[in-house]
């Protein structure tokens, strides 16, 4: 939950940052990294060339929309992850156009050849698929490690509603992967 | 929550989440590309506040030398508020004339708001629309060359084929990111 003595803080330095204070961007960005950092490379399932990318482009956007953050909102950390989450959700629709464009079935094809890239392109896909709540929990739970109580005291919520929002979120996450493999799969068979 | 486990690679993701040590010199080379950011937004609001002072002033010394000779000669102040009135006049004309303009909706005055627009916007077609307009209002208006190519080529990223075919009226811009953009994928 955010406490005023965090967003007191934020505020602080987003103002110095406006300013053109690089001693406060400094001390913005070391500490806001690591955590970003940890959520990027969750997002893109441990693809570190993509999530290198994503992280550069989330943070080349957050400089340049610093006054758009508003502390009182949400704090540091929620902002750039949704910063990073359109990003990424950007980059698969402008790789898929792309891709689409230049040789239909291309990338499944070269991704057939490794499994294991094969299986993070999808799984990373899916998280950009599935509904951004149901993203949330999903790293509450699994990437945070907290534990449903937890989540339910931080959202405002019942445990009970909570535990709901896990197996609709695994479902979702589900649903996401399958539609994705069968479309790689059909993919993959047009262009035999 | 083990009632309904997921396929194995899912499952596995969840439970044993991907975790990779940031590279430092990434680390340190997305601090030095975005702490050139800083210094370059308060120096662009510095000129523009010293330009607008300079106006101020040009326009305050202006009208006190007329005065002052209006004074002595015949009264002639219905002129003089005329002429006051131009440059207001000469900020006034509409950014772009061209096709890619946004539906009806109310244009944000500013490329950078525009860019942001397009960044959140749901919709392709509008992304397009609204990174083209926003380069050109970078290019044309604020001649920032490096944001204008970058709002172009996301424009590019999301546009048809056809779109990125080379045209008569692309400007100059343009016409080389699509050169590039052709090469490149």
Redesign the interface.
């Known amino acids: 939950m955010q406490t005023s003595g965090q967003g007191d803080a934020e505020a602080a330095l987003r103002d110095a ?6 001693v406060a ?2 001390r913005l ?1 070391d500490g806001a ?2 955590t970003l ?2 959520y990027v ?2 997002r ?3 693809n ?1 060339h993509l ?2 990318e994503i ?2 482009e989330t ?7 610093m006054r ?1 953050f508003d502390p009182r909102r949400s704090r540091l950390q929620a902002w750039l992850r949704g910063i990073a989450a ?1 990003v990424l959700q ?1 980059h698969f ?2 790789v898929r ?2 891709g689409e ?2 040789r239909p079935g291309m990338e499944a094809t070269q991704a057939s050849v490794d499994e294991r890239s094969l ?1 993070t392109e ?2 990373a896909r ?1 998280l950009a698929d599935i509904p951004e709540r149901h993203e949330a929990v ?1 790293r509450a739970k ?2 945070d490690l907290l534990s449903v109580a937890q989540i339910a005291a931080d959202w405002g919520e019942t445990p009970k509603s909570i ?1 709901s929002l ?2 609709r979120a ?2 979702s ?2 649903s996401a ?2 539609n994705r493999a069968q479309d790689t799969l059909t993919s993959n068979e047009s262009t035999t | 929550m083990n009632d309904d486990l997921l396929p194995e690679p899912l499952e596995h993701f969840l439970q044993t989440p991907p975790s990779l040590p940031a590279a430092e010199e990434m680390r340190e080379a997305i601090f030095d590309r975005t702490c050139r950011l800083v210094p370059q937004r308060l120096w662009r609001r510095g000129m523009y506040i010293v330009a607008g002072l300079a106006a101020a002033v040009a326009l305050a010394v202006g009208a006190y030398v007329i005065s002052g000779l209006g004074k002595g000669e015949s009264p002639s102040k219905p002129d003089m508020v005329e002429r006051k009135k131009e440059p207001e006049e000469k900020q006034k004309p509409p950014p772009l004339a061209d096709q890619k303009k946004p539906p009806a909706a109310a244009k944000p005055a500013h490329p950078l708001d525009l860019e942001w627009t397009a960044f959140d916007a749901a919709d392709d077609r509008q992304k397009v629309r609204l990174y083209f307009q926003a380069g050109d209002l970078y290019l044309d208006q604020h001649k920032d060359y490096e944001s204008a190519a970058r709002c172009y080529q996301q424009a590019l990223h999301f546009s048809e084929a056809r779109e990125r075919e080379i045209r008569v009226s692309d400007n100059w811009l343009v016409m080389a990111l699509k050169r590039d953009y052709g090469k490149e994928y």
């Open positions: 940052v406006l300013s053109g204070d690089q961007w400094r960005y990294f690591a950092w940890a490379v969750w893109c399932a441990g570190r999530a290198e992280a550069q943070w080349l956007i957050a400089v340049r929309r758009a359109k950007n629709r402008s156009r792309r464009l230049a299986q999808l799984i899916s999903l699994y990437l535990e896990l197996t695994r479902h996450f589900r992967y399958e």
